[in-house]
């Protein structure tokens, strides 16, 4: 079974700066995707970045990158120059690729604050 | 942008009451997805639906639980007998093509009373 694993409830970052947030997971599969989203206080889930699991580069999306190592089933976030904005409620989720859905598995997510 | 949208916001019953929790998927979705998030814990998936059909199911989506496609542009999550720990947050969420990234509402609070 894919699980996925967030081990910070809460982080804080102050504006214009970098912050990380962590995520890992495990899975049998060979192929699947990871994401990262987004959850502000106005509920809606916002996808933020996606990377599958056959790229070995990096996904980039403007201010926010991620840090995906294959072997160590490791899938952190960074958010540079970070803005009021996003603060959030962050999930890290994955999906199998090729199964019979590709329903998202969610991590606990992390609590991001942005300290003006 | 096309959104998915859910109605109601917000929804209190009583426990033992049937509820149907709406949602309209982008209209060129072929793929819907139902997910639940207790207050405080992680987002959890219930039920994807395509072709007219169940694709997958949880161990949450038990016989209480059924979806609906009546017509088409709502996709329904019907609840038949409340219980008190369904209140949670319900999300509804749809895909055009397999393995692209779902699109979400801004969910249904369900609060059992």
């Known amino acids: 079974a894919q699980t996925v694993t967030q081990s910070q409830p809460e982080m804080s970052v102050q504006e214009a700066e970098t912050v990380t947030l962590s995520c890992t997971y495990d899975?049998?599969?060979?192929?699947?995707?990871l994401f990262w989203y987004k959850q502000p206080p106005s509920r809606q889930m916002i996808l933020v970045i996606r990377q599958e699991a056959y790229k070995q580069q990096n996904a980039t999306e403007n201010r926010f990158s991620v840090n995906f190592q294959k072997a160590a089933k490791s899938f952190s976030l960074k958010i540079s120059d970070s803005q009021l904005g996003d603060a959030a409620m962050y999930f890290c989720?994955?999906?199998?690729?090729?199964?019979?859905?590709?329903?998202?598995?969610f991590g606990t997510g992390t609590l991001l604050a942005v300290q003006p | 942008e096309p959104e998915v949208t859910q109605t109601p916001s917000h929804q209190v019953t009583q426990m033992g009451q049937e509820v149907i929790l709406r949602c309209v998927p982008i209209?060129?979705?072929?793929?819907f997805y139902w997910y639940r998030q207790i207050l405080g814990q992680k987002v959890e998936f219930l039920v994807s639906?395509?072709?007219?059909?169940?694709?997958?199911k949880s161990e949450i989506f038990d016989d209480q639980f059924s979806v609906e496609r009546p017509d088409g542009s709502n996709f329904t999550l019907k609840i038949r007998s409340t219980k008190l720990e369904d209140s949670a947050m319900y999300f509804c969420a749809s895909t055009g093509r397999f393995n692209q990234p779902q699109h979400f509402g801004d969910g249904t609070r369900l609060s059992i009373l």
């Open positions: 989720a994955s999906s199998n690729y090729g199964g019979a859905t590709n329903k998202l598995i």
């Open positions: 209209s060129n979705h072929l793929y």
């Open positions: 639906f395509y072709n007219n059909e169940i694709s997958e």
């Open positions: 899975t049998s599969e060979s192929d699947y995707y």
